[in-house]
């Protein structure tokens, strides 16, 4: 890790709290801010290879990455622990 992975992943963190809040609940927010986080992480690893983590182009890319890890998440959270009826 360099210098910019941890700055590069506050829009994973910024964008899975928001995310999360909207969803309503504690559970929501931590389970998107988690896919938030790996979502941003996974973009930084891919901007880094293709040599493209400054500017304007990495902020959208790790945003786009980290709401679509928070969603994602959420979606297979909700699907694995979401309320069951019998």
């Known amino acids: 890790m ?13 964008v ?15 389970v998107a801010t988690v896919g938030g986080l790996i979502g941003a992480a996974i973009a930084y690893e891919i901007l880094v290879t293709l040599n493209m983590n400054d500017g304007l182009p990495s902020v959208i890319s790790l ?3 980290a709401f679509l890890g928070a ?10 622990f979401g309320p069951r009826t019998t």
Do not use: C, E, K
Not at 2 to 11: C, G, I, R, S
Not at 19 to 30: D, K, Q
Not at 71 to 80: D, F, P, Q, S, V
């Open 63 to 65: 945003i786009v990455a």
């Open 71 to 80: 969603y994602l998440l959420t979606n297979i959270a909700r699907r694995l």
């Open 16 to 30: 899975g709290i928001l995310y999360g809040l909207s969803l309503r609940g504690v559970f929501n927010t931590v």
């Open 2 to 14: 360099d210098d910019h992975f941890w700055p590069a992943m506050y829009p994973g963190l910024i």
